[in-house]
C-alpha cells in the first residue's frame, strides 16, 4: 500500500469543471453571489424591528390553494409560499405581502422541474444529454417563464444520485454519476438564475439511496461514500448559486437529514460556506415524530432548528413551538436571527426589495414561444438514447410504405409531458401520433394508428386491431412504457418491466414478422430484456415534453439523430439492483467459478452499460495518448484520443474518461468518470480529442472527511460506454 498523501479536510475537486470540458484547468468556484455589507446593513435594520412572530413567520413557506387567505401575507405570518402560478394570483399575493407591517416581500415558489409552461424532457432524460450547455439553457428556459408568472424560486434541481431504478424519483435527477451529477446541478442552478429564479438543490441528502428503492425508506451511507458520490453535485450547486437547500425526508445513518447537524452545519453551511438558506420537504420537521427522532411537536422544532435547519416547508412545527423554544431558553434568539438574516439576505439578493414585480398583464406572451418550444425540441433529440438498431433499421425510409404506430402513449400528450407538469397543459403538447401524421403526405407514406390498450394497458381488449394494423403495415413503430403517473414522488415499484399488459402487446406486435421499432417512455431504466432480444430497434425517448412527439418524428425519420447517453446502468433484471458502474470490485470477480460473484440465474453484467448509447453512424477510438506518464500534485493529466467517425452520416459522440485507481489504501471503484465532450464529427472524419483533468480529482475521501490523492499508478480509460474503451496509465509521484 502506498503512502497516502494528504491534500486538503474536505472536498477540494471542482467536478463541475472536469465535466465537458476539452481543456478543464483549475477549479472555478466564484460564487455569482458574495456577502454585501450594504445588505447585511439593511438586514440589520429589519432584524432590529422585527418582532418575534414576524421574525417567524419569515421561517415559514405555506402552500397556496384556490382558498388561500391572503391575511397570512399581509400578517406576515408567511415568508414564502408554493404552488401558486397564475400571474395575477402571484401578483395579488405579492401585493398583499408588501402591505404588510414591514413591507416585506414574499418568496413565491413553485416545482418548476424541467420546464414551467413549456415543458422540456424530465431531469433524467436532460441529464441523458451529457450537454450541460443545453441543460443551462433548458433551465434558463424554464425560468423565464417563471419569472415571468411572478415567481422567484424553483424548488428544483433535484440532485440526488441513485443506483436503484425502483425507486421512483430517478426520473427527477441525474442518475448514478457523481460528475455527471455535478455537471447537471450547476448547470440547472446557473440556469434558472440566467432565467430569473433561485434554485433549491434538494433533497439533501441520501435520498436517492433509499433502501429497496422504497420511496423515504432510511439510508446507511458511509461519510467517505456520502462525500465522494452522494453531495458532489450539491456542492457543485452551492458553488453555482443555489440560495437555498431542501433537506432530504430520508434519515441518514440514524438522523433523518431535516434536523441532522453533520450535513447541514458542519458540511453545507461550515464546509462548504452556504450562506442562503435550508427549507425543510414537505412537513418533514412534524415527521421527525415518525423517526423516532422527536418525542413531541417542540422537539421537532427544536432538534431541526438547532441542526440547522432555516425555513418549514407546509407544518406548523416553527408557527407553534419557536417561540416557546426561544422564550425557554432552548434555542437561542442568535439562532433565529440567523435563520430570518439568511431568509432576508436571498430575499435581497433576487431583487425583491429593490425591483419591481414582473406586470401579470405581459406575462402570457412570454410563455412557450418558438424559441422555447424549439429549445424543448433540440433537447428532447439530446435526449433520446438509441440502444438497439440491428441492420440500420432506424432512421425509417417509409416512402411509399405503410407505418403502423401501437401503444397509447402514443397519442397520450401528458405522458409526453412528464411528472411534473408545473403549468404545462395538454393542449400545447406534441405527441408523436400527431407529428408523425403529419409528416405523412410530404414523406409520401401512412399512418395508422391502433392503440392497442390505453397507455397503462391494463386490458387485452384492442390488441387484435392493433396486430391487425401491424399485419397491414410494412413497418411498426410501438410506444409503450410508464405513464406520467408511474414516476416521480411515491412511485416506487418492485418490478421493472413494461408495465401492465404492454409486454403482451409488443410480443404479439412482434409475431407479426413486421420491422418493429420500440419507442419506451418513462423515468427510469425499466427491464426490458425481452425487447433487446427480439425487437430490432429500440429507442429509450424517457419523458420528452411538451415538443417531444415532433423531436421523436424527426429522430424516427432521420431529419435528426439520438445523441443520449445512457445516465444510469440499464439491468437485466430486479434482482441485480443496486446495479451501477462505479463499484468496488470484490475478492472473487465473477469469472464462472462457483464461488465466484455472481448469480446462478442471471448475468452479472448490465443490459446496457452508463453512457452507452447508438446514433445513426459510429465511431471508432484509437491512439489514446497522455502527455506525460509521470505527474504530481498540482500537475493535470493530459488524455488525448482519435475519434473516426467510420459510418455514412455526421453525427455526435460522447467522448467518456474514465479512471482507475486499482490499488489503493481504501478499495476503489472499478471506473469512475472523470470528463466527457460531446463532439460533431463528419463521416470518414477524425477529431483529436483532449482532455486535461488535474491530478486533484483523482482521489478519495476518507471517513474522516480527509480527501487523498495516493501516489502510484493509475489507468485512464476513454470510449464510448462506461465498458467500451481504450486504455493508458500513468504514475503520481510526490
Ligand atoms: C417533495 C419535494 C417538493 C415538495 C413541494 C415534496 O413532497 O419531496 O420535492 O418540492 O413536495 O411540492
Same mark, same amino acid.
Given at each position: 500500500?502506498?503512502?497516502?498523501?494528504?491534500?486538503?479536510?474536505?472536498?477540494?475537486?471542482?467536478?463541475?469543471?472536469?465535466?465537458?470540458?476539452?481543456?478543464?484547468?483549475?477549479?472555478?468556484?466564484?460564487?455569482?453571489?458574495?456577502?454585501?455589507?450594504?445588505v447585511e446593513r439593511r438586514i440589520d435594520d429589519l432584524l432590529a424591528r422585527m418582532t418575534l412572530a414576524e421574525k417567524i413567520g419569515?421561517?415559514?413557506?405555506?402552500?397556496?390553494?384556490?382558498?388561500?387567505?391572503?391575511?397570512?401575507?399581509?400578517?406576515?405570518?408567511?415568508?414564502?409560499?408554493?404552488?401558486?402560478?397564475?400571474?395575477?394570483?402571484?401578483?395579488?399575493?405579492?401585493?398583499?405581502?408588501?402591505?404588510?407591517?414591514?413591507?416585506?416581500?414574499?418568496?413565491?415558489?413553485?416545482?418548476?422541474?424541467?420546464?414551467?409552461?413549456?415543458?422540456?424532457?424530465? %431531469?433524467?432524460?436532460?441529464?441523458?444529454?451529457?450537454?450541460?450547455?443545453?441543460?443551462?439553457?433548458?433551465?434558463?428556459?424554464?425560468?423565464?417563464?417563471?419569472?415571468?408568472?411572478?415567481?422567484?424560486? #424553483?424548488?428544483?434541481?433535484?440532485?440526488?444520485?441513485?443506483?436503484?431504478?425502483?425507486?421512483?424519483?430517478?426520473?427527477?435527477?441525474?442518475?448514478?454519476?457523481?460528475?455527471?451529477?455535478?455537471?447537471?446541478?450547476?448547470?440547472?442552478?446557473?440556469?434558472?438564475?440566467?432565467?430569473?429564479?433561485?434554485?433549491?438543490?434538494?433533497?439533501?441528502?441520501?435520498?436517492?439511496?433509499?433502501?429497496?428503492?422504497?420511496?423515504?425508506?432510511?439510508?446507511?451511507?458511509?461519510?467517505?461514500?456520502?462525500?465522494?458520490?452522494?453531495?458532489?453535485?450539491?456542492? @457543485?450547486?452551492?458553488?453555482?448559486?443555489?440560495?437555498?437547500?431542501?433537506?432530504?425526508?430520508?434519515?441518514?445513518?440514524?438522523?433523518?437529514?431535516?434536523?441532522?447537524?453533520?450535513?447541514?452545519?458542519?458540511?453545507?453551511k461550515g464546509e462548504w460556506g452556504f450562506d442562503g438558506f435550508v427549507i425543510s420537504d414537505w412537513d418533514s420537521v412534524w415527521e421527525?415524530?415518525?423517526?423516532?427522532?422527536?418525542?413531541?411537536?417542540?422537539?421537532?422544532?427544536?432538534?431541526?432548528?438547532?441542526?440547522?435547519?432555516?425555513?418549514?416547508?407546509?407544518? =406548523?412545527?416553527?408557527?407553534?413551538?419557536?417561540?416557546?423554544?426561544?422564550?425557554?431558553?432552548?434555542?437561542?434568539?442568535?439562532?433565529?436571527?440567523?435563520? +430570518?438574516?439568511?431568509?432576508?439576505?436571498?430575499?435581497?439578493?433576487?431583487?425583491?426589495?429593490?425591483?419591481?414585480?414582473?406586470?401579470?398583464?405581459? @406575462?402570457?406572451?412570454?410563455?412557450?414561444?418558438?424559441?422555447?418550444?424549439?429549445?424543448?425540441?433540440?433537447?428532447?433529440?439530446?435526449?433520446?438514447?438509441?440502444?438497439?438498431?440491428?441492420?440500420?433499421?432506424? %432512421?425509417?425510409?417509409?416512402?411509399?410504405?405503410?407505418?403502423?404506430?401501437?401503444?397509447?402513449?402514443?397519442?397520450?400528450?401528458?405522458?409526453?409531458?412528464?411528472?411534473?407538469?408545473?403549468?404545462?397543459?395538454?393542449?400545447?403538447?406534441?405527441?408523436?401520433?400527431?407529428?408523425?401524421?403529419?409528416?405523412?403526405?410530404?414523406?409520401?407514406? #401512412? +399512418?395508422?394508428?391502433?392503440?392497442?390498450?390505453?397507455?397503462?394497458?391494463?386490458?387485452?381488449?384492442?390488441?387484435?386491431?392493433?396486430?391487425?394494423?401491424?399485419?397491414?403495415?410494412?413497418?411498426?413503430?410501438?410506444?409503450?412504457?410508464?405513464?406520467?403517473?408511474?414516476?416521480?414522488?411515491?412511485?416506487?415499484?418492485?418490478?421493472?418491466?413494461?408495465?401492465?399488459?404492454?409486454?403482451?402487446?409488443?410480443?404479439?406486435?412482434?409475431?407479426?414478422?413486421?420491422?418493429?421499432?420500440?419507442?419506451?417512455?418513462?423515468?427510469?431504466?425499466?427491464?426490458?430484456?425481452?425487447?433487446?432480444?427480439?425487437?430490432?430497434?429500440?429507442?429509450?425517448?424517457?419523458?420528452?415534453?411538451?415538443?417531444?412527439?415532433?423531436?421523436?418524428?424527426?429522430?424516427?425519420?432521420?431529419?435528426? @439523430?439520438?445523441?443520449?447517453?445512457?445516465?444510469?446502468?440499464?439491468?437485466?433484471?430486479?434482482?441485480?439492483?443496486?446495479?451501477?458502474?462505479?463499484?468496488?470490485?470484490?475478492?472473487?470477480?465473477?469469472?464462472?467459478?462457483?464461488?465466484?460473484?455472481?448469480?446462478?440465474?442471471?448475468? +452479472?453484467?448490465?443490459?446496457?452499460?452508463?453512457?452507452?448509447?447508438?446514433?445513426?453512424?459510429?465511431?471508432?477510438?484509437? =491512439?489514446?495518448?497522455?502527455?506525460?506518464?509521470?505527474?504530481?500534485?498540482?500537475?493535470?493529466?493530459?488524455?488525448?484520443?482519435?475519434? #473516426?467517425? #467510420?459510418?455514412?452520416?455526421?453525427?455526435?459522440?460522447?467522448?467518456?474518461?474514465?479512471?482507475?485507481?486499482?490499488?489503493?489504501?481504501?478499495?476503489?471503484?472499478?471506473?469512475?468518470?472523470?470528463?466527457?465532450?460531446?463532439?460533431?464529427?463528419?463521416?470518414?472524419?477524425?477529431?483529436?480529442?483532449?482532455?486535461?483533468?488535474?491530478?486533484?480529482?483523482?482521489?478519495?475521501?476518507?471517513?474522516?472527511?480527509?480527501?487523498?490523492?495516493?501516489?502510484?499508478?493509475?489507468?485512464?480509460?476513454?470510449?464510448?460506454?462506461?465498458?467500451?474503451?481504450?486504455?493508458?496509465?500513468?504514475?503520481?509521484?510526490?
Amino acid at each position: 500500500m502506498a503512502a497516502w498523501r494528504r491534500i486538503g479536510t474536505a472536498c477540494c475537486v471542482a467536478l463541475g469543471v472536469l465535466a465537458g470540458s476539452l481543456t478543464a484547468g483549475a477549479a472555478d468556484v466564484a460564487r455569482p453571489f458574495g456577502l454585501d455589507p450594504a445588505v447585511e446593513r439593511r438586514i440589520d435594520d429589519l432584524l432590529a424591528r422585527m418582532t418575534l412572530a414576524e421574525k417567524i413567520g419569515q421561517l415559514r413557506q405555506g402552500g397556496w390553494s384556490p382558498d388561500f387567505d391572503l391575511g397570512q401575507a399581509s400578517r406576515g405570518e408567511i415568508g414564502s409560499l408554493t404552488n401558486a402560478e397564475d400571474p395575477h394570483e402571484t401578483a395579488r399575493i405579492q401585493k398583499a405581502a408588501r402591505s404588510s407591517r414591514l413591507g416585506i416581500p414574499i418568496l413565491l415558489a413553485d416545482n418548476v422541474i424541467h420546464g414551467f409552461r413549456t415543458l422540456f424532457p424530465v %431531469p433524467i432524460a436532460l441529464a441523458a444529454s451529457f450537454e450541460p450547455d443545453l441543460v443551462e439553457e433548458a433551465s434558463a428556459w424554464a425560468g423565464r417563464e417563471a419569472h415571468a408568472a411572478g415567481l422567484h424560486w #424553483t424548488l428544483a434541481p433535484m440532485v440526488d444520485l441513485t443506483r436503484d431504478p425502483r425507486w421512483g424519483r430517478v426520473v427527477e435527477g441525474p442518475g448514478e454519476d457523481p460528475v455527471l451529477g455535478a455537471a447537471m446541478a450547476a448547470a440547472q442552478v446557473r440556469g434558472f438564475l440566467k432565467g430569473g429564479i433561485m434554485a433549491s438543490l434538494k433533497h439533501y441528502a441520501g435520498y436517492g439511496a433509499a433502501e429497496a428503492g422504497r420511496d423515504y425508506n432510511t439510508t446507511e451511507i458511509s461519510p467517505g461514500t456520502m462525500r465522494d458520490i452522494y453531495l458532489p453535485a450539491f456542492r @457543485a450547486g452551492v458553488e453555482a448559486g443555489s440560495q437555498s437547500v431542501m433537506a432530504a425526508f430520508n434519515a441518514l445513518n440514524g438522523t433523518p437529514a431535516t434536523a441532522n447537524p453533520w450535513t447541514l452545519q458542519t458540511i453545507l453551511k461550515g464546509e462548504w460556506g452556504f450562506d442562503g438558506f435550508v427549507i425543510s420537504d414537505w412537513d418533514s420537521v412534524w415527521e421527525l415524530m415518525n423517526h423516532g427522532h422527536a418525542g413531541s411537536p417542540a422537539e421537532a422544532a427544536r432538534r431541526a432548528m438547532l441542526a440547522g435547519l432555516d425555513v418549514e416547508m407546509a407544518g =406548523d412545527m416553527f408557527k407553534e413551538n419557536l417561540a416557546d423554544e426561544v422564550a425557554a431558553g432552548r434555542i437561542p434568539p442568535a439562532r433565529i436571527d440567523d435563520a +430570518v438574516r439568511r431568509v432576508l439576505r436571498v430575499k435581497f439578493r433576487m431583487g425583491l426589495f429593490d425591483r419591481p414585480d414582473p406586470d401579470p398583464a405581459a @406575462a402570457e406572451a412570454q410563455m412557450l414561444t418558438p424559441a422555447a418550444r424549439e429549445a424543448a425540441k433540440a433537447a428532447a433529440i439530446a435526449s433520446f438514447v438509441l440502444l438497439k438498431n440491428d441492420r440500420d433499421l432506424l %432512421p425509417l425510409a417509409p416512402r411509399g410504405k405503410r407505418i403502423a404506430l401501437i401503444g397509447g402513449i402514443a397519442a397520450s400528450p401528458a405522458d409526453h409531458m412528464g411528472s411534473w407538469g408545473a403549468n404545462g397543459r395538454q393542449d400545447d403538447a406534441v405527441t408523436l401520433a400527431t407529428a408523425l401524421t403529419a409528416k405523412a403526405a410530404a414523406g409520401g407514406f #401512412t +399512418v395508422t394508428t391502433a392503440a392497442g390498450c390505453d397507455p397503462a394497458c391494463r386490458s387485452e381488449e384492442g390488441f387484435a386491431e392493433a396486430v391487425a394494423a401491424a399485419r397491414s403495415a410494412d413497418m411498426v413503430v410501438v410506444a409503450l412504457g410508464e405513464p406520467w403517473w408511474m414516476t416521480a414522488e411515491g412511485t416506487s415499484r418492485t418490478q421493472l418491466g413494461l408495465p401492465n399488459r404492454q409486454q403482451a402487446l409488443l410480443e404479439a406486435v412482434a409475431a407479426t414478422g413486421k420491422p418493429v421499432v420500440l419507442v419506451v417512455f418513462g423515468g427510469r431504466p425499466m427491464t426490458i430484456g425481452w425487447a433487446a432480444e427480439h425487437v430490432p430497434a429500440i429507442l429509450y425517448a424517457w419523458s420528452p415534453g411538451t415538443m417531444g412527439g415532433a423531436a421523436l418524428a424527426e429522430v424516427l425519420l432521420g431529419e435528426a @439523430a439520438p445523441t443520449g447517453r445512457l445516465p444510469m446502468t440499464m439491468p437485466r433484471a430486479v434482482g441485480q439492483i443496486p446495479l451501477y458502474y462505479n463499484h468496488l470490485p470484490t475478492g472473487r470477480p465473477p469469472t464462472g467459478d462457483h464461488y465466484s460473484s455472481k448469480y446462478i440465474d442471471e448475468e +452479472v453484467t448490465p443490459l446496457f452499460p452508463f453512457g452507452y448509447g447508438l446514433t445513426y453512424t459510429r465511431f471508432a477510438y484509437a =491512439d489514446l495518448r497522455l502527455a506525460e506518464h509521470v505527474l504530481k500534485p498540482g500537475d493535470s493529466v493530459e488524455a488525448s484520443v482519435s475519434v #473516426t467517425n #467510420t459510418g455514412p452520416r455526421a453525427g455526435r459522440e460522447t467522448v467518456q474518461l474514465y479512471m482507475r485507481d486499482p490499488v489503493a489504501s481504501k478499495s476503489r471503484p472499478v471506473r469512475e468518470l472523470k470528463a466527457f465532450r460531446k463532439v460533431s464529427i463528419a463521416p470518414g472524419a477524425t477529431e483529436r480529442v483532449t482532455f486535461r483533468v488535474p491530478v486533484e480529482a483523482f482521489g478519495f475521501h476518507l471517513d474522516d472527511g480527509r480527501y487523498v490523492v495516493e501516489p502510484g499508478r493509475f489507468e485512464i480509460h476513454v470510449g464510448g460506454s462506461a465498458t467500451d474503451t481504450i486504455g493508458t496509465g500513468f504514475e503520481v509521484r510526490n
